[in-house]
T-cell receptor
Framework: DTEVTQTPKHLVMGMTNKKSLKCEQH?????MYWYKQKAKKPPELMFV???????INESVPSRFSPECPNSSLLNLHLHALQPEDSALYLC??????????????FGPGTRLLVL | GESVGLHLPTLSVQEGDNSIINCAYS??????FIWYKQESGKGPQFIID?????DKRQGQRVTVLLNKTVKHLSLQIAATQPGDSAVYFC??????????FGGGTRLMVKP
């Protein structure tokens, strides 16, 4: 089973709202990732968690706040977003970043619209 | 044929024909490459991978070729079907086990 699940599928929020995106995997993977994807563009890496610790933050604005409560879950907390943050937010997981190289498996994404 | 411009490069093929999608990668130190398929409204789906010590790998109806001399990767799809219509991304795995994605190619299959 190579399934990564994400909720919600769609989200519309105002610039003053606080919302969270959720990601879950039950493959025993120890690395999880958040990507942002704009239309007609490839995914862009935002954050990487390895063994529940944040290992990479690709200079993402503080209005995006990741959280990894346990090895199966990854959240992305959103606050005071801008309309240009509207995008598809993808979660991915891989077995173990300390072992190279390896495949990342993606979830279906959350389509976010900021009004 | 292919078209490049303000939009995603697009490859249009007839159903039943073979498709070849190309990708140029940037880092000669990259040691692992993946092809993903992304259908409209969905996340990228793993298709096939290849390590840098190989130059060809075959899957079911798909073949990936790697030419390290010119840093070129290609995905061949045999007997293309309407369900193959999607955007295809190549990705290279480089330092720190990070993926860098190519720009993507849209494959359109005409019935």
């Amino acid at each position: 089973d190579t399934e990564v699940t994400q909720t919600p599928k769609h989200l519309v929020m105002g610039m003053t709202n606080k919302k969270s995106l959720k990601c879950e995997q039950h493959m025993g993977h120890r690395a999880m990732y958040w990507y942002k994807q704009k239309a007609k563009k490839p995914p862009e890496l935002m954050f990487v968690y390895s063994y529940e610790k944040l290992s990479i933050n690709e200079s993402v604005p503080s209005r995006f706040s990741p959280e990894c409560p346990n090895s199966s879950l990854l959240n992305l907390h959103l606050h005071a977003l801008q309309p240009e943050d509207s995008a598809l937010y993808l979660c991915a997981s891989s077995q173990d970043r300390s072992k190279s190289p390896e495949t990342q498996y993606f979830g279906p994404g959350t389509r976010l619209l900021v009004l | 044929g292919e078209s490049v411009g303000l939009h995603l490069p697009t490859l249009s093929v007839q159903e039943g024909d073979n498709s070849i999608i190309n990708c140029a990668y940037s880092n000669s130190a990259s040691d692992y490459f993946i092809w993903y398929k992304q259908e409209s409204g969905k996340g990228p789906q793993f298709i096939i991978d290849i390590r840098s010590n190989m130059d060809k790998r075959q899957g079911q109806r798909v073949t990936v070729l790697l030419n390290k001399t010119v840093k070129h990767l290609s995905l061949q799809i045999a007997a293309t079907q309407p369900g193959d219509s999607a955007v295809y991304f190549c990705a290279e795995n480089n330092a720190g086990n990070m993926l860098t994605f190519g720009g993507g190619t849209r494959l359109m299959v005409k019935p």
